[in-house]
């Protein structure tokens, strides 16, 4: 559906910085996918989305939608914006104050290369309204909106003309928290039942995961990884998307001998040994992270715990009571720190003896070296 | 590493254009004044040799160096009284729950409709010989008691003080406003005192806001021509632009040449300070960027003292707005001036409203002066707006606009009369003294104004508002009209009504270019007064000044509806 081929886009530097960009990105999307960007301010998913969108010009690479070459490098390929068949919902809304709620969603369909009849337009823009619930705001000034209805219209311009792909830049993050969560599952539903190909663009990672078909982690200009956000979650194949998805325990280790992709192997850490997972074949080398969620983390204060596990015993220097969650910080007896997750009532407390196991499944070893 | 592919350095028409066009209005007078300064002139007005002689003369005459001192003296002084003035009515204003406190901002919208000219003479009569204020002395200290002498650097150093202290008013009041409360209320909780917290936090974060207004002040002071030609001439105290005005209109013939030395000597010292305002600003803005969160500038409980600060604030008002209007309302109403005299009201008459109406000649220059203003402020008005869009918008070549748009600022009025007079004098047909050559002087000469109303205007307009239109199919020009335009109309608007008010307001340009058949209210104004007729004076000021400020109670409320600082 969407190719995004080798994509780079450097900025200048400025004021002594290097000025970011986006160094050979590819993506392919298949249609009707809610397709995430995740990363980091500066990370490029912005500007990989802005590109897409036509509001930059990459420096080289090349993106097709569907049969349309949008920009080719090689051969010169440029669309302009105002003729690719893409709808945007932008960070700031973009709700033009100047104009009503209908006449803010009938634009695209008044404005196109695609001409509608007056009747057309007033039955498709009421339509979209419908959709996102703000048909009875028809004939309101934008401005009378509350931040939250004007995030609906926005998208309901996005989907007016109902187009190939639907871009969206970050369009919770000007949301109280309430709402945010809110707008995730209407945003996923209204996805689900257009069927539109979209790209979403956040840095925020718990929503990636919530709504995401499958998510492109990216880092400096670079992407990580490519996944569903179960395999993202529990199979990062880099330091960094460990670390940026979730809290997490990193355990540096050795691994002594060359391990094929999806076998268990000992890797000797500062823990101990540890049996890990290792997604990827992997070589033998030093200073090898692997990675343990402190939810996956059993914490016990009885001596006999069952399962063929990893093991340590350590005393609770800490507990973060979350509501639905126990946070706890265990020292272990080999002088580390381990952060644990469990549900609460295990009437456990700082100054508390504790074992804790966690499986293999769960250990896993990451090949890549954060900023490799 | 990628190849980036190497795009051709391609300049939009639009910003060519413009460009051209700055560039055509800007070099031409520049030229001439320069030429002006090291050429001698011939009588019949064309350049003779080259010389030297006349900055020679300047640096040789003592004259210079006493008029700089006295300039220098004027700028500190009515600095001084301006911002003492104005730093008092913006505290009350902004930090204090004064009753009443929020009409102060008429002032601004007042002082903004009455043209200079007109402003002066309202204190000359207030502090003049025969004038109330000498009255009540030497009823207090008999005849042979202390009298204000009006006519002497001292008077002006007040009349320029308050007169200018509205706009200082307005520039402080967004100084203490950008204090967030916050930095001062962590600065108490680190435990210093009120007047530590006050020298260490207040005042050092208002330091950078305070020394551009100071410098600022100083600029207008050494560009100001109406207050040292209406007050310090009679009483032989002379500044730079009074020498650069009697260069030309009271040596016979006019000496061209040193006008054009004094002027070279104002610009440069224009022009460094405005460097230093400049870099200053800046800091100044970089402060007031810093802000918390939750912003809120705090305004402190007076309790009972409230009311003497509104006291304080009725005395100012009085002093800077109510005692002048008082004054030439007065004076537009009697047969003769000779002071405030209670057998005077029964004399009361309108002959001078009927004099002033019924004379053709004031009519022509009420008509010329709004037919000045409207073109004036309908060239600037779009011509800004269109460059301040593509300068925002970052349009390639596009910052060189806005640069070229600024220029302007560094003649002071009376050197870009100089220089256009110039220019219009070598033109090859008939130009100097036309309406249209005033229209076109006084265009270049508010274009940095107009820029700054502009290009805050586009600002507020989010980049994403434009994408948003050419992501829904709409083509460049598309957007312009239907989202760009109706977005900027309320800013274009504004800039007119500023750019109108302000160049139908100053007298320092027209006086040099205005010929028989372009006279307008400024230089009429100010014949009247050299002529003795303040009775019409007054009446003709009022007329013009009541019109002016229904424009500028105009401006004002679209201003403030849309959220655009006002100074």
Excluded at chain 1, 105 to 132: H, I
Excluded at chain 2, 346 to 364: I, K, P, Q
Excluded at chain 2, 404 to 429: C, D, K, N, S
Aim: proline fraction near 4%; charge should be positive; glycine fraction near 10%.
């Amino acid at each position: 559906m969407l190719d995004v081929r080798d994509l780079h886009k450097q900025y200048a530097s400025q004021g002594g910085r290097p000025g970011g960009g986006v160094f050979g990105a590819s993506l392919h999307i298949a249609d009707g996918e809610l397709f995430t960007l995740l990363g980091p301010s500066g990370c490029g998913k912005t500007t990989t989305l802005r590109s897409i969108a036509g509001l930059e010009t990459p420096d080289t690479g090349h993106i097709s939608l569907g049969d349309t070459v949008l920009f080719d490098a090689a051969s010169g390929a440029l669309v302009p914006l105002y003729d690719r068949d893409i709808g945007m919902v932008f960070q700031s809304y973009a709700i033009w104050p100047h104009m009503t709620v209908f006449e803010n969603a009938s634009y695209p369909l008044r404005v196109g290369r695609k001409k509608f009849g007056a009747a057309d337009v007033r039955k498709r823009t009421v339509n979209v309204l419908e959709r996102v619930g703000l048909a009875e705001y028809i004939d309101r000034p934008a401005t009378h909106l509350s931040g939250g209805q004007q995030q609906r219209l926005a998208l309901a311009r996005a989907l007016a003309r109902e187009p190939k792909l639907l871009l969206l830049d970050e369009p919770l993050s000007n949301l109280d928290a309430k709402l945010r969560e809110q707008m995730r599952h209407e945003l996923k539903r209204l996805q689900r039942d257009t069927g539109v190909t979209t790209i979403y663009v956040t840095h925020d990672q718990s929503e990636a995961l919530a709504i995401s078909d499958r998510i492109a982690v990216m880092e400096d200009g670079r992407i990580a990884q490519v996944g569903s956000p179960r395999d993202i979650y529990n199979r990062p194949t880099s330091e960094f998307v460990a670390g940026f998805i979730g809290r997490t325990n990193l355990i540096r280790g050795d691994l002594a001998a060359a391990v094929g992709g999806g076998a268990l192997a000992e890797v000797v850490t500062s823990t101990g040994a540890l049996r890990c997972l290792f997604p990827a074949a992997a070589a033998a080398r030093k200073g090898i992270a692997v990675v343990v969620r402190p939810e996956h983390v059993v914490i016990s204060k009885d001596s006999a715990v069952d399962g063929d596990g990893n093991r340590l015993a350590g005393q609770v220097v800490s507990e973060i009571y979350l509501g639905e969650l126990m946070e706890y910080v265990v020292a272990t007896d080999v002088g580390t720190e381990m952060l644990v997750r469990t549900a609460p009532g295990k009437h456990i407390g700082v100054g508390d003896r504790v074992r804790l196991s966690f499986a293999p499944e769960h250990t896993v070893a990451v090949a890549g070296v954060a900023g490799a | 590493m990628a190849v980036r592919s190497a795009r051709p350095l391609r300049l939009s028409p639009a910003v060519v254009v413009l460009s051209v066009v700055l560039l055509a209005l800007i070099i031409p007078p520049t030229i001439f004044l320069v030429q002006t300064s090291v050429h001698e002139t011939n009588a019949d007005g064309s350049f003779g040799a080259f010389t030297l002689r006349y900055f020679g003369e300047l640096f040789g005459n003592p004259r210079l160096f006493g008029n700089l001192v006295n300039n220098v003296i004027y700028a500190f002084g009515s600095a001084a009284v301006a911002i003492a003035i104005g730093t008092a009515l913006a505290w009350i204003v902004e930090r204090t729950n004064t009753p009443m406190r929020r009409y102060v901002f008429l002032l601004s919208i007042i002082s903004l409709g009455i043209p200079s000219v007109l402003y002066t003479v309202s204190f000359l009569l207030l502090l003049g010989k025969a004038g109330p204020v000498n009255d009540l002395l030497r009823l207090a200290f008999g005849s042979g008691g202390p009298l204000v002498n009006v006519y002497s650097l001292w008077g002006m150093i007040v009349v320029e003080g308050i007169d200018f202290s509205p706009l200082a008013f307005l520039l402080l009041s967004s100084v203490f406003r950008a204090n967030d409360a916050s930095f001062e209320e962590a600065s108490l909780m680190s435990g210093a005192g009120l007047w530590k917290t006050f020298k260490n936090i207040t005042l050092r974060l208002a330091m950078p806001g305070i020394l551009a207004l100071l410098i600022l002040v100083l600029i207008r002071a050494f560009e100001s021509f109406e207050i040292p030609a209406l007050v310090g001439r009679p009483g032989r105290v002379y500044v730079l632009t009074t020498d650069i005005y009697d260069s030309i209109h009271t040596q016979v013939p006019p000496n061209y040449g040193e006008a054009g030395a004094f002027s070279i000597i104002l610009l440069v010292i224009v022009v460094i300070m405005l460097v230093f305002y400049n870099r200053l600003s800046r800091r100044a803005e970089r402060f007031q960027t810093i802000t918390g969160k939750g912003f809120r500038p705090r305004v402190m409980d007076l309790g009972k003292w409230r009311y003497a600060t509104a006291a304080t604030l009725g005395v100012l008002f009085a002093i800077i707005i109510g005692l002048p209007i008082a004054i030439v309302l007065y004076a537009s109403f009697l047969p003769y001036y000779d002071g405030v005299r209670l057998a005077s009201f029964s004399t009361m008459t309108l002959a001078n409203y009927a004099h002033v109406w019924g004379s053709s000649s004031f009519r022509d220059s009420i008509g010329n002066t709004i037919i000045m203003g409207l073109v004036t402020a309908s060239l600037v008005g779009p011509f800004t707006a269109l460059c301040a869009w593509l300068a925002v918008r970052r349009v390639r070549g596009a910052a060189f606009l806005d640069q070229l748009a600024t220029m302007p600022l560094i003649f002071p009025a009376i050197v870009m009369g100089v220089a256009f007079l110039h220019l219009f004098l070598h033109l090859p047909f008939p130009f100097y003294g036309t309406l249209a050559s005033l229209i076109l002087a006084s265009s270049v000469r508010f274009l940095p104004y107009g820029m700054r109303y502009s290009y805050a205007g586009v600002l507020q307009i989010h980049k994403e508002l434009e994408e948003a239109s050419a992501l829904s199919g709409a083509r460049q020009t598309t957007t312009f009209l239907r989202v760009v335009l109706p977005l900027v109309a309320p800013a274009i608007v504004t800039c007119w009504l500023f750019v109108f008010l302000v160049s139908v307001k100053a007298v320092a340009m027209a006086i040099l270019l205005a010929g028989p058949g372009s006279q307008v209210v400024a230089v009429t104004l100010f014949d009247l007064w050299d002529n003795g007729q303040v009775t019409e004076l007054a009446a003709m000021g009022v007329i013009w000044a009541g019109m002016m400020t229904v424009v500028s109670v105009a401006f004002y409320m679209l201003a403030r509806r849309y959220g655009l600082r006002v100074h």
